[in-house]
């Protein structure tokens, strides 16, 4: 008999967080190509079962994935281009500019310059064909059809945005300020072939994710990819569903998300997200976030839920204050929204983001939701008195972190500690004066935790220069690439330590879990 579990996790397995931005690639960033099944091949061949992304849509000013201009779409600068050069509908010499892009971060700025004219230039070419398809992508006309409920106001909401010179749709005249299947008549010629050109973009990157997913699966590698609990105000989510969101008749926020001061920041961290009216979600049954999970899993094996403790409470901080202090904690229906989800998606496997500073209502919540939290070994020292983040403390049903996007990479963390606070992780972890992530790393594979993640720059042992992303900052974040040759870097005795730690510590997935012992096989 398997051993018991209040989650879905019920073996042990061990994967690695990086973005799709993150991985190598010929065209300024990361994206669904040969980078990414090299990558895959590597997960495979040190038996690692899951690969953690984070939000894969369009994003908007900063770049961050957790600020989107939708929820359902892909970020078109994942497309894999040399996909539309071998179909004739990009040369060579469209693509040079992006080539000449660095290879080991993200310029966002000369990619935006750079990017959307060669996109474009490839729709182009493929409407004056007249074809209806794309390699093995199935038909355009049936992918649109198909994905209509989002496409067209995400198609509409981008073609408009550009228009209008990148500006918000709540300062848009009042007649394309909120979405309706009537909008498009109304708009100019050029507007209309911009939303067509999006739609295109949209069928090519899940053509290609889809293409990505099977081989990931054919190679025993799940993705795990990540759903933020807000979405942005600038974004098709909020203008195609004002009634959603707590907002007045010009579609202005009356208040604001964000979280209160923390160990990230001593002022808070004002996010700017619109909050939800969570009123209209009771009465239409969750309707909305049904759909946008039920979505997720047509795309992920298992979703990261992003800031859970706000759905048992949340932080509002009133619209047009200057930071997040001037916040405060509103109660949201988490029992009967996470029992709606649970009826009408049984099979999800979610994982709760419930890091920070939470009370024992979260905790409640999670373990009621049947979710397995998130460990961080980051958090172990330094940062709280009652440290349930020290690894002895785990329990099973957990995920444990050497650290997340939002961390410095291991290496960094271990050189910027203070000597009193070194003093105990070197004690704790037997690192013997060495500032690596390595013997971390093991350490997180030998937790109780049922799964254990470690994040790229981890494995590649990097300094804090290496950081994805600095909370409470807006300059240099999401930046981090890794090449090719990083990638090679961990073949050999580096991917075979990783394999045998995973199979020493019984994280393959193969092994069953019990409770007791059973006599030698003879």
């Known amino acids: 008999m398997a051993s018991p579990s209040t989650t879905w996790l019920t073996t042990r397995t061990a994967g690695v967080l990086a973005h799709i931005s993150s991985l190598p690639g010929d065209y300024g960033i990361g994206n669904l190509g040969p980078g990414a099944r090299a990558f895959v091949d590597f997960l495979a061949e040190a038996r690692a079962r899951h690969w953690q992304i984070c939000p894969i849509g369009p994003t ?15 970020n078109p600068y994942f497309i894999d281009l040399g996909e539309l050069q071998d179909a004739g509908l990009l040369t060579a010499a469209d693509l040079a500019p992006l080539r000449d892009l660095p290879a080991a971060r993200v310029d966002y700025g000369r990619l935006y310059e750079t990017f959307w004219p060669v996109l474009a230039r490839a729709y182009d070419r493929f409407a004056a064909s007249g074809a209806e398809r794309l390699g093995d992508f199935g038909s355009l006309r049936d992918f649109r059809r198909a994905q209509a409920g989002w496409l067209e106001p995400f198609g509409d909401f981008m073609a408009l945005k550009a228009h209008f010179g990148g500006r918000a749709w709540t300062t848009w005249p009042a007649e394309f ?3 309706t299947r009537a909008l498009r008549a109304l708009a100019p010629a050029s507007v209309r072939l911009e939303a067509d050109r999006q739609a295109f973009y949209q069928y090519v990157f ?40 707590r907002l007045d008749a010009l579609g202005e926020p009356h208040a604001v998300a964000g979280v209160p001061p923390d160990y990230f920041s001593a002022s808070g961290q004002l996010w700017g997200n619109p909050l939800y ?13 049904i759909d946008r999970l039920r979505a997720a899993f047509e795309l992920y094996d298992i979703i990261r839920l992003d800031h859970f403790r706000g ?20 109660k949201c229906p988490g029992h009967a929204f996470f029992t709606a989800v649970r009826a009408a998606l049984p099979s999800a496997r979610i994982i709760a983001e419930d890091l920070g500073y939470i009370g024992p209502d979260v905790v409640e919540l999670r373990r009621a939701a049947g979710l397995p939290g998130m460990k961080v070994l980051q958090f172990a020292y330094g940062h709280d008195a009652n440290n349930v983040n020290l690894p002895h403390f785990y329990p099973r049903d957990s995920v444990a972190y050497t650290g997340t996007h939002d961390n410095l990479t291991t290496r960094g963390w271990l050189e910027a500690l203070t000597p009193d606070v070194a003093a105990l992780v070197d004690d704790y972890y037997l690192l013997g004066g060495v500032r690596s992530a390595w013997p971390i790393i093991r350490a997180a594979l030998a937790t109780p935790s049922r799964l254990a993640v470690i994040p790229m720059q981890d494995l590649l042992d990097l300094p804090a220069s290496a950081t994805l992303n600095r909370p409470g900052t807006n300059e ?16 050999g005795e580096k991917t075979a330590r990783l394999q045998h730690w995973i199979h020493l510590y019984d994280r393959t997935g193969a092994r069953p879990l019990r409770d007791y012992s059973e006599p030698p096989q003879p």
Not at 60 to 74: E, H, I, K, T, V
Not at 283 to 289: I, K, Q
Not at 315 to 330: K, L, N, S
Request: charged share 20%; no cysteine; hydrophobic share 40%.
């Open 476 to 491: 240099g974040n999401w930046q981090w690439r890794f090449t090719t040759a990083d990638l090679a870097s961990l073949t």
């Open 177 to 179: 300020r909120q979405w």
């Open 311 to 330: 759905f048992a409470t949340y932080w509002e901080i009133p619209a047009g204050a200057p930071d997040a202090r001037q916040g405060r904690w509103r």
């Open 60 to 74: 908007g000013y900063g770049d961050s994935p957790y600020q989107l201009f939708s929820g359902r779409a892909g």
């Open 206 to 245: 899940f053509g290609q994710w889809e293409r990505l997913r099977a081989y990931a699966t054919e190679r025993h590698v799940g993705i795990v990819g990540d759903v933020p609990i807000f979405v942005a105000l600038d974004s098709a989510d909020t203008w195609q569903n004002r009634a959603v969101f």
């Open 277 to 289: 009216d969570w009123d209209y979600l009771t009465r239409t049954g969750y309707a909305w976030w």
